[in-house]
């Protein structure tokens, strides 16, 4: 079967100045990282900020050029494909509701703007699938005369999901869809995409720091650290035995709900990741509790079996 979404050999460099006088500096974002989506999964991003996982969900939706490699969507390239027939096949959620919606427009426009942008669709099918869309993901006719400052976040979400889902794509992207959110309102959010995956037969990719939230809603999950992805699992096997150094110290990181245990110390030290001095050898390992010397000197392979994928000397 072809997979929903095929990524090969990605790679996504920027130029940073430094100065007036200074060369521009190389950040790589994102490093050679290939993997392949199921159609119906949900494939889960986790990492710390800065590890690459947005500028990978912008490459998948085309919104930014590789450097390097490929993205195939339903076994279509994507640079082959014009931007309608794109948006037809795959569509993002993003972060901040109200930042991704036009606060000018009502939220029936707002739904209706991939259609209209599509150029071939009559005025009433467009106002029968805004309706339907809007219903679909739980609000009113009512509420799509309103603007979005009238609504709730959690319904500004909604807006945007439905928006992502009015011109009935395959894939959607989530980039981090309910960190913005209340605590309760995200788990209204995550159940309303549960169900329409399961109805509607979508794919994700689910990015998100949040390890509970893809635990929750991941077939498997694909852990970034500067630009790769350094293990790659299905979720009950990545949370129940984590092979990577990185992914147990992020697991490690999840506050609990007991008192007196306080913020957990996962080893890590003061050291943060630069995208702009990515360290020789293996690029975890000036953070890494269990790093050797071959660590410093040589970067180490991925390596796949049926547990899944790992980049680590120690694995």
Known sequence: ???????????????V??????????????????FAVPAGSVLGVVGESGCGKSTLARLILGLLEPTAGEVAVDGQRLSAMDRRARARLIQPVFQDPFASLNPKRRVRDIVAMPLIAQGDISGAEITRRVAEALERVGLSVDQGTRYPAQLSGGQRQRVAIARALVLRPRIVVCDEPTSALDVSVQAQILNLLA???????????????????VEHIASEVAVMYLGRIVERAESETLFAAPRHPYTRALLASVLTPEPGLGVPDVGLGDIMPDPANIPPGCRFHPRCPVAIARCSTEAPRPATDAAGLVECHLA
């Open 17 to 34: 100045r430094q100065g007036l006088f200074a060369p521009p500096k190389r950040v790589v974002a994102v490093d050679d990282v290939s």
């Open 195 to 213: 169900e329409l995956r399961r109805d509607l037969g979508l794919t994700y990719l689910f990015i998100s720091h949040n390890l509970a939230v």
């Open 1 to 15: 079967m072809t997979p929903a979404i095929e990524v090969r050999g990605l790679r996504r460099e920027f130029r």
